[in-house]
C-alpha cells in the first residue's frame, strides 16, 4: 500500500486560549513592572533623542524635519509624546511603553505558541531587560511578534501590526516575508501593511522626498575604517552569531531546527523572520539589543522541544537565575542615579563630558552639548578655553564626570582638584560629578571724556 500524498499545510490554529493569553500578559505586566521599578535612571542614550524629538512634535516645531526621519520612524517618538502627557515625564513613559509592550509579547506568544513558551520567552534575559529599557526595541519585537501570531487568521490586522511595527524601528519590515508566508490573503496583508505605514510615506510624498530609509551612518560604523569592511557574507555571519551569543538563543534554536524538520509552519516563520532580521543589520553592526528580534526567535524554539510541565519547569528555573542578576543596577546606572536631584533647579543649556547626562524640563529630557563639540581636539581643551566656548555657546551649566575627563580631557584636569577658575563657579562637587556655573562677562563701563 503506497503512503497518500501528505496534504498541504494548513493555518495553525492558537495554541493558547485568550484567557491564557491575557493571564500571561497580565502576570508579565507584574514582572516587567517590578523590573522596571528597579532600574529609574536611563539606561539607553539614544532614548534622549527620542524624548527631544517627541517634544518637538508634540509642541509643533520643526515638523517638516521630525515627521520623516530617515534614521528612526515617526511613530515611536509620537506615542512617546503621548506617554508623556499622560504620565508627565518623558523617561518613565519610555519605560512604561516597554513594560507594557513587552507584556503584549508575551501575551501573543501564549496565543501562538502556547502558555509555556510565553513563560519561557519571560524568563528569558533578553526579554527581562529590555522590557524595562526605555527605547523602540521592544515595542517593535512585540507588535511584530504579535502580526505573525494573526497571520493566518486575520491577514488585515498582521498587516496592520507591522506597519506599526515599521513605525517604531524601520527593521521590523525583517517580519514582512514571514507574515506573508503564513497569510492565506497577501494581498490584504499587503493593502493594510501600506495604509498602516501611510504616515511615513504620505509625508515622504508630500514633502517631496524619498521614503527609503537612510542608514548610511550605521553602515559607515559597522564597516569600520577604509578596507575594514567585511564582506556580505563575513557580515551576515558575524549578526548571526551575535543573535545566537545569548546561550537562550542556542538552546532554543536546537529546537527551532527540530520544528523546521517536523515541518511546523510556526517554526518556519520564526526561522524566516530571524533569518531576515540577521540579514538587515549585517548591512550595519549588531550588538545584542539590535539583534532582540532574531534571538527571540531561536529562543521560542524550545517550545518544539519541550511542552507541558517541562517547560514550565525550565522557565521556573531560568526566571530564578535570570531575575536577581538583572535587577541589580549597573556601574553605568549607579553613576546616573543622583543626577536628577544634582540638578534639580539648575537651568540649561548644559554641557557635560558624558552623553548620558540628562535634565529635566517640563517632564522632557534636556539634551547637553558634548564637550568635544567645543573643542576639535578634546585634550586641548583647557579650563581657559572651556569658559570662552561656554560663552560662545550661551551655556548656563558645566557638568563633568570625574573618570571620562580624566581619560579625554586631561587639560580640565584642575578642575577635578578644585583650583579656581575665572569665569565658573562650582555649584556642585559630590556623588561623583562636578557642575559649574557659567558666569557672565562683567566689565566696567569706560568713563565718557569731560566735555570740550
Known amino acids: 500500500m503506497t503512503p497518500s500524498p501528505a496534504a498541504a499545510p494548513t493555518p495553525d490554529e492558537p ?7 491575557a493571564l500571561c500578559a497580565l502576570l508579565a ?78 501575551g501573543a506568544a501564549a496565543r501562538w505558541l502556547g502558555v509555556g513558551a510565553a513563560l519561557w520567552l519571560l524568563a528569558t534575559p533578553m526579554v527581562l531587560e529590555f522590557g524595562a529599557v526605555e527605547g523602540t526595541d521592544m515595542p517593535a519585537a512585540a507588535l511584530s511578534l504579535a502580526a505573525l501570531s494573526v497571520a493566518a487568521r486575520r491577514p488585515a490586522l498582521a498587516g496592520a501590526l507591522l506597519g ?13 516575508p514571514a507574515a506573508l508566508w503564513l497569510s492565506p490573503a497577501r494581498g490584504r496583508l499587503l493593502l493594510s501593511f501600506v495604509v498602516a505605514t501611510a504616515p511615513h510615506w504620505g509625508v515622504a510624498l508630500w514633502q517631496g522626498r524619498s521614503p527609503l530609509p537612510d542608514q548610511s551612518i550605521n553602515m559607515a560604523i559597522g564597516a569600520g575604517g577604509p578596507g575594514e569592511a567585511p564582506s556580505r557574507a563575513e557580515a551576515f555571519v558575524r549578526a548571526l552569531r551575535g543573535a545566537w551569543e545569548p546561550w537562550t538563543a542556542k538552546l532554543g ?25 540577521v540579514a538587515g543589520i549585517s548591512l550595519a553592526f549588531s550588538t545584542p539589543r539590535l539583534a532582540l528580534p532574531a534571538s527571540l526567535c531561536a529562543a521560542a524554539g524550545l517550545c518544539f522541544v519541550l511542552r507541558g510541565p517541562a517547560l514550565w519547569a525550565a522557565a521556573f528555573g531560568l526566571f ?28 540649561g543649556p548644559f554641557a557635560s563630558s558624558t552623553p548620558w547626562f540628562t535634565a529635566r524640563r517640563d517632564g522632557w529630557l534636556v539634551e547637553s552639548l558634548p564637550l568635544r563639540a567645543l573643542e576639535r581636539d578634546p585634550r586641548q581643551l583647557t579650563p581657559a578655553r572651556l569658559v570662552q566656548r561656554a560663552r560662545e555657546r550661551g551655556l548656563k551649566h558645566i557638568v563633568l564626570e570625574p573618570g571620562r575627563v580624566t581619560a579625554s580631557n586631561p587639560g580640565l584636569r584642575p578642575l577635578l582638584s578644585g583650583a579656581p577658575v575665572e569665569g565658573l563657579r562650582l555649584v556642585v562637587r559630590k556623588r561623583g560629578w562636578v557642575i559649574f556655573a557659567v558666569e557672565p562677562v562683567t566689565g566696567t563701563a569706560t568713563p565718557r571724556p569731560p566735555p570740550g
Open 15 to 21: 495554541s493558547g486560549s485568550l484567557r491564557a493569553a
Open 320 to 347: 530564578a537565575w535570570s531575575a536577581p542578576r538583572l535587577a541589580t543596577l549597573s556601574p553605568q546606572e549607579e553613576q546616573l542615579a543622583p543626577l536628577q536631584d544634582l540638578t534639580e533647579g539648575l537651568d
Open 253 to 277: 534554536g536546537l529546537g527551532l531546527l527540530v520544528g523546521l524538520w517536523r515541518r511546523d509552519r510556526r517554526a518556519v516563520a520564526l526561522s524566516l523572520w530571524g533569518l531576515a532580521h
Open 29 to 106: 505586566l507584574g514582572v516587567l513592572g517590578w523590573m522596571t521599578n528597579q532600574h529609574p535612571s536611563l539606561r539607553q542614550v539614544d532614548f534622549i533623542g527620542f524624548s527631544a524629538r517627541a517634544e518637538r512634535l508634540w509642541g509643533g516645531g520643526a515638523m517638516d524635519s521630525d515627521l520623516l526621519n530617515t534614521l528612526y520612524p515617526v511613530g515611536y517618538p509620537a506615542l512617546l509624546g503621548l506617554g508623556q502627557r499622560l504620565c508627565g515625564d518623558a523617561l518613565w513613559a519610555g519605560k512604561g511603553l516597554a513594560a507594557l509592550f513587552g507584556a503584549w509579547l508575551i
Open 164 to 176: 506599526a511595527a515599521c513605525l517604531c524601528r524601520y527593521t521590523a519590515l525583517a517580519a514582512l
